[in-house]
Each structure stands twice: as C-alpha cells, then as structure tokens.
C-alpha cells in the first residue's frame, strides 16, 4: 500500500516557539546543540524546529532553566499547545508501528433483517499496544489525533478492511472518518481500485460515516459521499439523531442507510419519548429511500417494536457480539 503524502507515517517535526525575551535569549544555545547532534531543521528569532528524538532532551532542559509557561509547540501546521502536553505524542509513538505495518484485524458484527436473516456485516477495527494489550479504536485514534496521525490510520483502516471484505458474502460496512479525507479523488481512489482489482462488487460495500458531529464542512463530505456513489458505493450515516445526524442532515445527504443511534434503540418500547424520536427519524428516512436501521439491539422486546414500527435492519448483542469469522 502507497500513502500519499497527506497520509505517510513520516517522522515528525516539532516546531517549539518560546514566546517570551528571556526564553528566547536562550534559542542560539539551543541551536549550537542541535545542530550537533543533527537535529535541527530550521529556526528564526522566537522558534526552532527540530526532529522529534531530541524533544525530551529538550524539554528537559526547559524545566531546568526557562518559563515552561511561556514555550509552546505543535506538530506540522497543527494547533499551538503547551509544552507540557508534548508528552501525549511522544508516549504515542506507538500509533506510528501500528501504520506502518497495518497492524489492524477486525472483527464483524452481524446486521440482520426482519426475519433473522445476516444481510450484512459490519467491520470493526481491533488495535494491539506495544506490550500486546489489547487497544480499543477510541484510544488508537485519540493517539493518531495526539501525532496528527489520524489521516494515516483512517487509511489502513479502510484499505484493510476492503481486503477483509472477501471474508464474507454479504454486504460488509466500513467505517471512515470523513475529516481525514483532504480530497475524495485522491485519497479514496486506492480504495477503489483495491475493491476492483479483488473482484468486490462496490454494491457490496457500505461506506459508513462516523464522527458525523465533528465534521463542520458539509460540502466537503458531500463531495466524498458523491464519489462513492458515483462509484458505485452505498454510504451510510452513524449514530442518528446526534449532533449533526439531524434529520436535516438526512435530507441533505440522502444516505443509502440511516443508523438510530442506540440512546433511542435501547428501552424504546416502554418509552415514548424515545418511541417519538425514533419514528419521526424512520419517517425522515424513508422520505430520502434510505433504509433504516436500529443498532444497540438488547432486549427482544425493543427489537419487536422497532420492527413493528418499520424499521428494516437491527444490529445488536442480541442477534451477536463482534467476534472474529472465519471464512467459509
């Protein structure tokens, strides 16, 4: 697999700006020892930057003799934070092992129809740590997003789970997180041509859009939603009926699939506020010929109501908890 360079595990530069006088009668010092030891990149009156081998040294340095204060870094063009937070990426190095040698294995959810019947699976990625502990996707990310590698690992992500595809029959659903895509023509298009040169029919797979809430640019997920449609794709929205997953939102996009999110599945049938949001939403959904789907499922008797209110697909521990599958 080849990134592009928006997404290759390069090794990091840090720029740390020292934003106060006396801080910054310090940086010639700095300098003349970086550049020693050949880990200075580059610098100017108030910042240097550097290779990330030496930032702890640097740090350190910092706590004997300035106003950590007044010091503050990021990684590429990323958010300006306090130095003090730098510890977050360099204990996240970890993430960068994981990218570059796909260290990802999934596991699969059934998704099943009225009848009982798999219709789908759902792939869900499962990380390891540097000790083989078992890493949830929540931590693997927040440490993408602490070394701005969060487009890299959303990559290896899709990619090996479009691989993983041939393990089933059925349609498969593929998470991606919409904001790590600069551009749907070129950072999706290995996606698509893995998917041909496998033999995988595209109606096969279902693009799933998740952290919906974070995305602010919708024209920007328009246009990737659009290429994978044009491309033959479903796509599908996460979590329904939270933060952006609005029933605006759902007229706007048009998606294949709409997903209740389980705060409104889970007790539905005993709860009519909850009974109330999940129809107008299913209504909403079936105005713009997406199927809908309820997932959470726990209790039979919540998954009797959903069905009787016309829902069409249910995921959940009550039809099956995500575990490896072999293939048949």
């Not at 129809?113 to 869900?124: H, I, N, Q, S, T």
């Not at 789970?161 to 041939?166: H, L």
């Not at 298009?189 to 919708?218: C, Q, W, Y």
């Not at 659009?226 to 029933?247: H, M, P, Q, W």
Request: aromatic fraction near 10%; charged fraction near 25%.
């Amino acid at each position: 697999m080849s990134f592009c360079d928006a997404c290759a595990p390069k090794p990091l530069a840090y720029q740390i700006e020292f934003t106060n006088s006396d801080n910054q009668s310090h940086i010639p010092i700095i300098v003349r020892h970086l550049d020693s030891k050949g880990m200075l990149l580059n610098h100017d009156s108030t910042s240097i930057l550097m290779k990330e081998e030496a930032v702890k040294g640097l740090y350190d340095y910092c706590a004997d003799h300035l106003d950590l204060e007044a010091i503050r870094f990021r990684i590429k063009a990323a958010t300006w934070k306090p130095i003090n937070e730098v510890f977050d990426s360099l204990e996240n190095r970890w993430i960068d092992t994981v990218i570059n040698d796909e260290l990802v294995h999934f596991h699969y959810q059934p998704i099943i129809d009225g009848d009982k019947k798999v219709y789908a699976y759902e792939m869900l990625a499962r990380f390891t740590g540097e000790k083989g502990e078992p890493v949830s996707p929540y931590e693997a990310f927040k440490s993408a997003r602490s070394r701005n590698r969060t487009y890299a690992l959303d990559k290896v992500c899709r990619i090996n789970a479009v691989k993983n595809a041939s393990v089933v029959s059925e349609k498969v659903f593929i998470n991606f997180i919409p904001t790590s895509i600069y551009s749907p023509e070129h950072c999706l298009k290995t996606t698509v041509a893995l998917a041909h040169n496998m033999g995988i029919a595209p109606s096969r797979l279902v693009f799933e859009v998740v952290e919906t809430e974070k995305v602010t640019d919708m024209d920007h997920l328009k246009r990737i939603l659009n290429y994978y449609r044009e491309k033959g794709f479903s796509y599908a929205l996460d979590d329904v009926g939270e933060g952006y997953n609005t029933i605006d939102t759902i007229r706007e996009l048009k998606p294949h699939y709409m997903k209740l999110d389980m705060k409104f599945v889970q007790g539905v049938a005993n709860d009519q506020i909850k009974q109330q949001a999940a129809l107008s939403i299913l209504e909403t959904a079936k105005s713009v010929n997406s199927i809908a789907l309820a997932e959470g499922i726990e209790e039979p008797e919540d998954f009797e109501w959903l069905k009787a209110a016309g829902f069409e697909l249910f995921q959940g521990y009550l039809f099956g908890k995500p575990a490896p599958i072999k293939a048949s």
